[in-house]
C-alpha cells in the first residue's frame, strides 16, 4: 500500500524563490528520504533523516521530521531552473525494509 | 562505472511477447529491488531479493518472473506482454539507513 503523499502534486515558481514541499505518511518509521527525478532518469538519493531527528541540511536542502504529526517537508532555498525535477518521499513502513514512494511533488522553475 | 546499469534503456514490443531487462550493481549492497512507474509518476514496488532470495512479491502477475544468478545482479522477465505492462521499470540497490540508489530506467512501450 501508498505509504508516503507528497503535496502539493505540482509547483511552479521562479528562480531565487524558495520551494517548500510536504510528505505525509501513515505508519510509524525508522528514517525518511527524499529524492528528486528529472525527466526521462532514474531517481536520485537527495537525504535521509532519521526518526530522532527533527532537521537536517544539505546545500541549499533542508528537511524537517514530525513524527506527531507523520509527517515531513523539503525546503529548497534559491532555487535554480536546473531544480526543475519532481521530487519524492520514501519511507520503510515500520522497518519493513521496502521503500515506499507517493506519487511525487512536480516542480518547474522558470528561469 | 555505473553504479547500478540497467539494459536496454527502451522496449518496444508487441503484445504477447516475452522480453527481459537486466540490472547489475557494483556497489555490493545484498538487496536488490524492481520498481514500476507508472504514466503518473507512481512507483510501485514488484519485487525485492536479498542475497538472491526473493523477499517480497507485491500482488505482482505471475506473468513477471524475477531471477537472481548473483547478489550483484537482478533480471526481470516478462511473459505474454500486455498493453498495461507499458510502464518505466527502475532496478535499485541500497540499504534502509544511507538510502537506495537507482538505474536510469527502462521504458516498456507494448504495442
Not at chain 1, 81 to 86: E, G, P, R, Y
Request: net charge positive; aromatic share 10%; charged share 20%.
Amino acid at each position: 500500500s501508498q505509504q508516503g503523499e507528497e503535496d502539493p502534486q505540482a509547483l511552479s515558481i521562479q528562480e531565487g524563490e524558495n520551494a517548500t514541499m510536504n510528505c505525509s505518511y501513515k505508519t510509524s518509521i525508522n528514517n525518511l528520504q527524499w529524492y528528486r527525478q528529472n525527466s526521462g532518469r532514474g531517481l536520485v538519493h537527495l537525504i535521509l533523516i532519521r526518526s530522532n531527528e527533527r532537521e537536517k541540511h544539505s546545500g541549499r536542502l533542508r528537511v524537517t521530521l514530525d513524527t506527531s504529526k507523520k509527517s515531513s517537508s523539503l525546503l529548497i532555498t534559491a532555487s535554480r531552473a536546473a531544480d526543475t525535477a519532481s521530487y519524492f518521499c520514501a519511507t520503510d513502513a515500520g522497518g519493513s525494509y521496502i521503500p515506499t514512494f507517493g506519487r511525487g511533488t512536480s516542480l518547474i522553475v522558470h528561469p | 562505472d555505473t553504479a547500478v546499469s540497467q539494459t536496454p534503456k527502451y522496449l518496444v514490443t508487441q503484445m504477447g511477447n516475452d522480453k527481459s531487462i537486466k540490472c547489475e550493481q557494483n556497489l555490493g549492497h545484498d538487496t536488490m529491488y524492481w520498481y514500476k512507474q507508472d504514466s503518473k509518476k507512481f512507483l510501485k514496488i514488484m519485487f525485492s531479493y536479498n542475497n538472491k532470495e526473493l523477499i517480497i512479491n507485491e500482488t505482482v502477475p505471475n506473468r513477471f518472473s524475477p531471477k537472481s544468478p548473483d547478489k550483484a545482479h537482478l533480471n526481470l522477465h516478462i511473459n505474454s506482454l500486455e498493453l498495461g505492462d507499458s510502464a518505466v521499470y527502475f532496478c535499485a540497490t541500497g540499504h534502509p539507513n544511507y538510502g537506495y540508489t537507482f538505474g536510469s530506467g527502462t521504458r516498456l512501450t507494448v504495442v
